[in-house]
C-alpha cells in the first residue's frame, strides 16, 4: 500500500524505527488512531495531512513509542553500577554525570538516582539526565506518579521508603526526585544530543532494538561521543553486541 509505505517512510526518518521490531499491525493501527481522532477517513488524506503538519509526525510518535519499563528493571545493572562507583574515576567525580536513554516514563532514571544516594552520594555530587523521544513520557516521568505495574521489581519495603500514597498511585519523593532531569529529544538527532554535555555513565537499554541500521550506528555515535574517554556504558543484554559491532569494548559481557 503507497500511503501506507510514506507514512513508515516519514516515521522511520524521524525515529529510525524498525518497522519489524513493533510487530504487524501496530502501525496500521496507530495510524487508525489518529486518523479517528482527525475524523480522517482516508489513508492517502492522513498520508497528505502528516506531510503538511510537522506536529502530527510528534503525534504518531506517540502513538508508536513502547514506553515499557519499571523500578530497578534487571537488579544487577544497578548492583554494578553501586560496584563501579567504588572505583577511580567514578568515585571522585563530583557531580557525578549519569545518562539514561531512553528514559521512557522515568523508572530507570529514579532508580539510577536511588542507587547513588543508598551509596552516600548527596544530591550535590551527582546528576541524573533522563531522555526519551516522547512528550508523553517524559511529562510523565517530571510527575513522578505511579502505578503498581512500576514497581513489579521492587518489594513493598522499596515503595514505604521512597513513595507517598496518592490514591491508588504512588508519588515518589522530592528527596529522590530533584536530582533527576528530564529532557524530551531524540538520540539520532546530533544537535540535540550534543547540547547534553559529557556522562561518566550512561545507560542506553531497550533502544536500538526497536531502530534500523543506520539509525543504530547513529545512536550509538552519538553515545560514544557523549561519553567520557573513562566513561562506562551499560547496553541491554539483547544490544551489546550491537554497540561492540560499532566501536565500543566490552568491559563486561554481562551489561
Ligand atoms: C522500552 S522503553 C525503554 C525504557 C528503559 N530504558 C528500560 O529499558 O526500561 C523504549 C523507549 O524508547 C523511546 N525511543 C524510541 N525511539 C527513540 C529515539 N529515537 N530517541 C529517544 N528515545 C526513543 C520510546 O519513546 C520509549 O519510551
Known amino acids: 500500500m503507497a500511503h501506507f509505505r ?6 522511520r526518518r524521524r525515529l529510525g524505527l524498525q518497522l519489524t521490531s513493533l510487530g504487524p499491525t501496530t502501525l496500521e493501527r496507530a495510524v487508525q488512531r489518529r486518523m479517528r481522532a482527525l475524523r480522517i477517513e482516508d489513508w492517502e488524506e492522513y498520508a497528505q495531512h502528516l506531510k503538511r503538519h510537522p506536529a502530527e509526525l510528534d503525534a504518531l510518535v506517540e502513538e508508536v513509542v513502547v ?4 523500578f530497578f528493571r534487571d537488579q544487577a545493572y544497578f548492583d554494578a553500577l553501586a560496584e563501579l562507583l567504588l572505583h577511580p574515576p567514578f568515585c571522585s567525580a563530583a557531580p557525578l554525570r549519569v545518562l539514561s536513554v531512553p528514559c ?12 547513588l544516594l543508598s551509596c552516600g552520594r548527596t544530591k550535590n555530587d551527582f546528576q541524573v539526565v533522563g531522555v526519551d523521544v516522547s512528550q508523553h513520557a517524559v511529562a510523565r516521568a517530571e510527575e513522578a ?58 545507560f542506553c537499554k531497550n533502544l536500538l532494538i526497536y531502530l534500523c541500521g543506520w539509525a543504530r550506528q547513529r545512536a550509538v555515535e552519538q553515545l560514544h561521543r557523549l561519553l567520557t574517554p573513562e566513561g562506562r556504558l551499560f547496553a541491554g543484554t539483547a544490544e551489546i553486541s550491537l554497540f561492540l559491532d ?3 569494548a566490552a568491559v563486561s559481557e554481562r551489561y
Request: proline share 1%; glycine share 10%.
Open 145 to 202: 506518579l505511579y502505578g503498581r505495574r512500576s514497581f513489579r521489581g521492587t518489594d513493598e519495603e522499596f515503595q514505604r521508603s521512597y513513595f507517598h500514597a496518592e490514591g491508588d498511585l504512588f508519588r515518589l519523593v522530592s528527596r529522590v526526585r530533584q536530582t533527576v532531569s528530564f529532557r524530551r529529544g531524540n538520540v539520532i538527532d546530533s544537535l540535540f544530543m550534543g547540547g547534553l554535555g559529557q556522562f561518566h555513565v550512561i
Open 246 to 248: 560499532h566501536g565500543f
Open 6 to 11: 510514506r507514512i513508515y517512510a516519514m516515521l
Open 67 to 70: 514506553p515499557e519499563t519499571w
Open 104 to 115: 521512557a516514563t522515568g523508572e530507570e532514571a529514579y532508580s539510577i538516582a536511588i542507587t
